[in-house]
């Protein structure tokens, strides 16, 4: 086992360099494979909580843009800032929807969001490809042209046909798993790059 694979490798990390969760590392590896994040970005953050996603846009963007960032939970109380501005709700709900809406469009959607694990896998499964389509609605609905899409969905779900709709929409579409997933999970990532 190497170092990067040690369970909590990852979160001592993200601890000590100023990240509420070690899920950033993940985002971190999207963004240098596809460039999801440029200075002067408007972002917007699925499933933000507690918030290290949301806190390595802001840091991206350094003051030059702007975060909304969703979430049935409230965000860490040290991810704050002028630049942000935090919904706390359910992306289902039409009134979540319509606020976001009303502060984009956006350069980049960026979806980490995951229902709460039964331990049913089939279960868990469709919740997530559930999530997974809601995102895409939202990136269809509410980013630029030439902006960019990355959702998490549980292996096993309806990854391909995701694929195919999200290759309607933009450029290129596919899927992604980071290192900094553990090896034993059953989640990864699809990236749209470049909305038509
Ligand atoms: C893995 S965590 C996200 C971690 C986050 N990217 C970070 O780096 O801090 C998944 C989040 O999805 C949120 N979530 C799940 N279903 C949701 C929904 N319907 N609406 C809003 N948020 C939801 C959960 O509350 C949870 O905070």
Redesign the pocket.
């Known amino acids: 086992m190497n170092s990067y694979e040690k369970p909590d490798f990852w979160s001592r990390k993200a601890f000590s360099e100023g990240?509420?969760?070690r899920?950033?590392y993940k985002?971190q590896e999207i963004d240098e494979k596809f460039g999801m994040l440029k200075k002067g970005f408007r972002v917007l953050?699925?499933?933000?909580?507690?918030?290290?996603?949301?806190t390595f846009a802001l840091r991206t963007l350094d003051g030059t843009g702007y975060v909304t960032s969703?979430?049935?939970?409230p965000l860490s109380k040290d991810v704050k800032s002028d630049f942000l501005t935090f919904i706390q709700?359910?992306?289902?709900d039409p009134e979540?929807r319509s606020k976001a809406l009303s502060l984009g469009p956006y350069d980049s959607v960026i979806c980490?969001?995951?229902?709460?694990t039964t331990g049913n896998r089939v279960v868990d499964t469709a919740r997530s490809s559930g999530?997974v389509e809601?995102a895409i609605y939202y990136a269809q609905e509410m980013l630029k042209p030439g902006g960019n899409f990355v959702v998490?969905i549980f292996q096993g779900g309806d990854q391909q046909s995701f694929l195919k709709s999200m290759r309607g929409i933009f450029t290129s579409a596919r899927g992604f798993k980071p290192e900094a997933c553990r090896n034993e999970s059953f989640e990864t990532y699809l990236v749209g790059i470049n909305k038509k």
Do not use: E, H, Q, R
Request: charged share 15%; hydrophobic share 45%.
């Open positions: 990240y509420p969760a899920s950033v985002l953050d699925l499933g933000a909580a507690p918030g290290s996603w949301t969703i979430d049935l939970n709700g359910d992306m289902y979540v980490d969001a995951a229902p709460p999530l809601l998490k």
